[in-house]
């Protein structure tokens, strides 16, 4: 009898937080995301694309540049470290001075390995931005994402955007924009 108290309130319990992460997943706001003009300069990468997700679907407002850079990741290990990503990145989209905020750490993009880090820059007008840099690779090919946000998101935004990077809309870009 008492196995069957202790396993009755386990179970009990299991539903309830199931139904409280039910609830909760809910109540979140669904990341919803649309492309928006490139607004920089054309340099030796070419045009990338852009998108944006509004606060309220995001809970802050995030914008992720991305773009290939073809032959430009390292053929032997990809984006295998903080050194690579740092080399690979698009700082000079988020402005002066970008300082990582935090170590990087690994990510997956459908078959991609590389990795995601958060910084910190002075952005247009001295304003300071968060930004998250995310670079996978396909062999020597690179693609670079950096998504900005208010300082201090970047860290809180990743998993959107890394949902993001995995959606359809990307991946079938990412196919394109790598010869594949």
């Known amino acids: ?29 669904e990341p919803v995301w649309t492309e928006v003009p490139w607004p920089f300069p054309i340099d030796q990468w070419g045009k990338g694309n852009a998108f944006t997700c509004r606060a309220a679907d995001c809970g802050t407002q995030v914008t992720v540049y991305i ?17 690579e ?16 905020e935090a ?9 991609m ?8 820059a002075k952005g247009a007008m001295g304003a300071r931005v968060s930004a998250l840099s995310v670079g996978f690779n396909n062999r020597c090919d690179a693609v670079i994402a950096t998504a900005v946000v208010a300082p201090g998101r970047a860290t809180q935004i990743e998993p959107a955007v890394l949902a993001f990077l995995n959606s359809r809309t990307v991946l079938r870009w990412a196919a394109g924009a790598l010869g594949l």
């Open 1 to 29: 009898m008492r196995r069957f108290t202790i396993a009755a309130a386990v179970a009990l319990a299991c539903a309830a937080a199931g139904a409280s992460a039910s609830r909760a997943l809910a109540d979140s706001p």
């Open 67 to 83: 773009r290939a850079k073809i032959g430009f990741c390292n053929c032997a290990t990809g984006v295998a470290d903080d050194e």
């Open 85 to 100: 990503l740092d080399r690979i990145s698009d700082f000079d989209l988020i402005g002066d001075q970008a300082a990582a």
């Open 103 to 111: 170590p990087g750490r690994p990510i997956t993009v459908a078959w």
């Open 113 to 120: 390995k590389g990795r995601s880090r958060p910084f910190s």
